[in-house]
């Protein structure tokens, strides 16, 4: 689902004073937010963010609760969001440990409401394609979906650094829809259990391939997995080209927060790179980054031009 900005792999847990839906669930994350490298004054409205959407995605993506129930609650979350956004509007006491510090990042901040409302319309959008069995026809709407659940990550956290001009926005969308992309082809032995259907339909077709090819259970014949590995690597192209269109961007950005870019660009890139040592067989082993993976990371941002 929505995936922030991040810098080695964690397993994060709800912050105290959190009620998610799902207390206790505990998150495998690639690159953890609000890391050192941030900026000490704000860190608070980072992780406010992270909290905001992450409870969210607790409620579209975990526990028993069906769709129906799913989307009232986030309806009602959409409800506390606007409240948050409302000057001397009561706080649901439900969420009072997301809203509460949102509230303050975004009085202190002046957070643009419609990004945060965006990210709801992402959970909405995923519980629904998720009930429905949808299937995405082809890359560009999983980039619509993308502009949705990833991108108004990265133009909040420009918004923090005060950096808004067209350039960078664009470029910002680059490296989080690149991420976003990254993170299915990465989650397909995860996703494709649980009914969220990313691999595009054209792209299963150009490469004559059933969809039930990726079910877990299946035994395709040495042809179609050589097919099947040809279209993973496609993808992976297609993320690695658009997160290089965006990587610019952290020579733009300065002082800790254009390292830590750095660090998300570059872990994402060694997600590819351990998705291709896989041989591309990403539906059969779900690669991850690792502490033993940092000092790469670090050299490969230090080495950014």
């Not at 129906?68 to 506390?80: E, H, M, P, S």
């Not at 945060?116 to 429905?132: G, K, M, N, P, S």
Request: contains cysteine; hydrophobic residues 45%.
């Amino acid at each position: 689902m929505t995936h922030l900005p991040q810098t080695a792999e964690t397993t994060t847990a709800p912050l105290p004073g959190a009620a998610p839906l799902s207390a206790g669930v505990r998150h495998y994350e690639n690159f953890p937010v609000a890391s050192l490298l941030c900026p000490p004054a704000l860190r608070p409205a980072v992780m406010a963010i992270y909290h905001f959407a992450r409870t969210a995605d607790d409620i579209a993506d975990e526990g028993n609760a069906d769709a129906t129930q799913r989307l009232v609650d986030l309806g009602a979350y959409r409800q506390a969001l606007q409240a948050s956004l409302t000057r001397g509007q009561p706080l649901t006491a439900r969420w009072n440990g997301v809203f509460a510090p949102l509230r303050e990042a975004i009085q202190q901040h002046n957070l643009p409401a419609n990004l945060l409302h965006d990210l709801i319309c992402a959970f909405e959008q995923d519980v629904r394609h998720t009930a429905a069995g949808h299937h995405y026809a082809d890359t560009t709407e999983l980039l619509d979906y993308c502009r949705l659940s990833a991108n108004p990550v990265g133009r909040l956290l420009l918004h923090l650094y005060g950096v808004n001009d067209a350039p960078s926005l664009a470029r910002s969308d680059q490296i989080c829809s690149a991420l976003q992309l990254i993170n299915f082809w990465q989650d397909i032995s995860v996703d494709l259990p649980r009914q969220r259907h990313y691999l595009p339909t054209d792209l299963l077709q150009r490469h004559g391939l059933p969809r039930e090819a990726f079910d877990a259970g299946a035994s395709p014949d040495a042809a179609t997995q050589v097919r099947m590995a040809q279209a993973v690597a496609a993808l992976c192209a297609q993320a690695r080209a658009l997160m290089q269109q965006g990587a610019p961007l952290a020579r733009r950005i300065p002082g800790r927060a254009g390292w830590e870019l750095r660090l998300v660009i570059q872990g994402g890139l060694l997600i590819l790179d351990k998705i291709a040592a896989l041989q591309h067989r990403s539906w059969q082993q779900r690669p991850r980054v690792g502490a033993a993976d940092v000092p790469r990371l670090v050299w490969r941002a230090l080495c950014m031009r």
